[in-house]
């Protein structure tokens, strides 16, 4: 098992721009079975990521 350690000691940085990312810009995507958010380095707004989070009928 791969067990996560939390530190405050490492500022990520954004892969597509290479500056220390303070903040996550974060935008909310809804569609009829549920809500998604898509995750924006806040220099660059290049997309990081996008939740996976199922809507209430898709378990």
Do not use: W
């Not at 220390?20 to 990521?49: D, M, P």
Request: proline residues 3%; aromatic residues 10%.
């Amino acid at each position: 098992m791969i067990r996560a350690k939390e530190t405050d000691s490492i500022v990520p940085v954004c892969p597509h721009c290479d500056k220390e990312v303070q903040n996550i810009l974060v935008t909310a995507i809804s569609s009829t079975f549920g809500k998604r958010y898509a995750y924006y380095c806040e220099h660059c707004k290049k997309i990081l990521g996008v939740s996976h989070r199922k809507g209430f009928f898709m378990g």
